[in-house]
């Protein structure tokens, strides 16, 4: 079964950029990919999606390559409050289309 | 908007027992979905609604586990009997339109212990 796979954690400093790059070589064709964000203690929360190339809002940007095996969630100029787990989700073909989470991936910022 | 409501938000019973969780999805959202997180098994897609039909249930682990949506406005996660292995974290989520990747607003979460 394909797995959605990203790094298990990073650390960063304020006002860096962060990069986290998921792996998803079976995502399936039509489906949008999703990152989101999860505070201890909290539901996860919608960041960005988007189906291919770059997407940007106010928060983050999403860089997705045209084999869409992978996407990368870039979160600009980091702050002490992004310090979270986030998670990719994506659909995967090989589980018919099934929704999948990626392992998520927790950023520490330190100060 | 409340956002999506879980009840209970903690729940701690003894291994047999039946358990029921509680889902209020927001006002207008036609899918809902019903996640398990452990921290071995991260987040796992247990089933989902689409207008209030069950869409996919592969992702219920077994028997024990069923869920209902009634009408537009509620959700049960239920668990009979209950075995220590079901604590996690069981989320509810909601979303406006049908496909799967739709933007999904997460409750809260019910944090289950089962003795």
């Known amino acids: 079964l394909a797995k959605t796979t990203q790094p298990i954690s990073m650390d960063s400093y304020e006002g860096q950029e962060v990069n986290i790059t998921c792996s998803h070589n079976?995502?399936?064709?039509?489906?949008?990919i999703t990152w989101y964000q999860q505070f201890p203690s909290q539901g996860p929360r919608f960041i960005i999606q988007?189906?291919?190339t770059k997407v940007t809002n106010e928060v983050a940007s999403l860089f997705i390559p045209a084999d869409r095996k992978s996407s990368t969630l870039s979160l600009p100029r980091v702050s002490l409050s992004d310090t979270a787990v986030y998670y990719c989700l994506v659909g995967d073909k090989a589980a018919g289309n099934k929704l999948t989470f990626g392992g998520g991936t927790r950023v520490l910022v330190k100060p | 908007d409340a956002g999506v409501i879980q009840s209970p938000r903690h729940e701690v019973t003894e291994m047999g027992q039946e358990v029921t969780l509680r889902c209020k999805p927001i006002s207008g959202h036609n899918s809902l979905f019903w996640y398990r997180q452990t921290m071995m098994r991260g987040l796992e897609l247990l089933i989902y609604f689409n207008n209030n039909v069950p869409i996919d249930d592969s992702g219920m682990p077994e028997d024990r586990f069923s869920a209902k949506m009634p009408n537009a406005s509620f959700s049960t996660l239920k668990i009979q009997p209950s075995e220590p292995r079901d604590s996690a974290v069981y989320f509810c989520?909601?979303?406006?339109?049908?496909?799967?990747?739709?933007?999904?607003?997460f409750g809260p979460g019910t944090r289950l212990t089962v003795l």
């Open positions: 988007g189906y291919k």
């Open positions: 989520a909601s979303s406006l339109g049908g496909a799967l990747t739709d933007t999904q607003y």
């Open positions: 079976n995502i399936a064709t039509n489906d949008y």
